[in-house]
Each structure stands twice: as structure tokens, then as C-alpha cells.
């Protein structure tokens, strides 16, 4: 009975890769790596197809900003999207992404912590107009951008 249990703890530690020390008991595998970032989600960039055709159009990015207020984007990401119970989308770096195509696919299909899917409620074209907004941002092409100090 005892060889049993030798060679089940044997077997056990082969496939998992360890192997008992001199004495027989089983060391601790090593933690396994880590990395601060998980993939992004979204596309890697903007496929073909894919491209914003609002990105330079002044009025479509001012569109963009009436529908960020009209759905009430400030409620979460505050006043001129500078933050609030939500991520500040006037940042740089993004979790998820800032290109054209990764912010388009978070607002389509949402996000873990509290990001919403808007896909039910906009069309590709207002999700195209609202990323132009929130690509305008921190740029000269802003609407109503905040005051300077």
C-alpha cells in the first residue's frame, strides 16, 4: 500500500514537472511568471474596414460630444470625460486600448468593471462619431474644451 502511494506522488509530481527531493518530500514549483498587463482586447489595430471615418470631421466630433452628453458618458467618466467613478478617457495609456478600433470595440461590447455594452442602443456610425470625440480630446479639434489655467 505504502509503494502505492509512493508511485501516485511520484506520477503526480511528474506531470505537474517537480521532482521529490533526496528525502523524499516534494518541494514547492515555482511561482509561475506574471505579467502586469494581459493582452488588449480589441483589435490589434485598425483592420481594413475598419478605419474611423469620422476621425478628422469637426462636425461629426462635435456630434460625438452631444452624444456623450445625451447618454450621460459624463455620469461615469465626469465632466469632459476627465474621470469619475470611471477611467478618465483623456488619459494616454488605456487598459484596453486607445487606437480607433479598441475604443469603438469597447464601446460595442463593454468592459469588466462597469463598462456597459452600447451596442443595443448606437449605431456603428454614432460609435464612430463618439470615438472621433473622444479622440479630439486634449487636441485643438475638442469641443468645448475645458478652460486653461
Known amino acids: 500500500m505504502k509503494a502505492l502511494l509512493v ?6 509530481l511528474s506531470s505537474c514537472g517537480g521532482t521529490p527531493p533526496q528525502g523524499g518530500v516534494a518541494a514547492a514549483a515555482p511561482p509561475p511568471e506574471i505579467t502586469a498587463i494581459g493582452p488588449i ?21 462635435g456630434e460625438g460630444r452631444r452624444l456623450f452628453v ?5 455620469g461615469c467618466h465626469g465632466g469632459r470625460a476627465g474621470g469619475g467613478m ?5 488619459d494616454e495609456d488605456w487598459i484596453y486600448g486607445n487606437r480607433d478600433a479598441q475604443i469603438f470595440s469597447s464601446i460595442v461590447e463593454g468592459r469588466a468593471q462597469g463598462m456597459p455594452s452600447w451596442h ?3 449605431t456603428a456610425e454614432q460609435t464612430w462619431k463618439l470615438v472621433a470625440y473622444i479622440k479630439s480630446l486634449r487636441t485643438r ?9
Open 7 to 12: 508511485m501516485a506522488l511520484l506520477l503526480v
Open 41 to 61: 482586447p480589441g483589435p490589434e489595430g485598425d483592420p481594413n474596414g475598419a478605419a474611423n471615418p469620422y476621425a478628422s470631421d469637426r462636425t461629426a466630433i
Open 70 to 74: 445625451s447618454f450621460n458618458c459624463s
Open 86 to 90: 470611471a477611467p478618465s478617457l483623456r
Open 120 to 122: 443595443k442602443q448606437l
Open 141 to 149: 479639434n475638442e469641443p468645448q474644451a475645458p478652460p486653461t489655467e
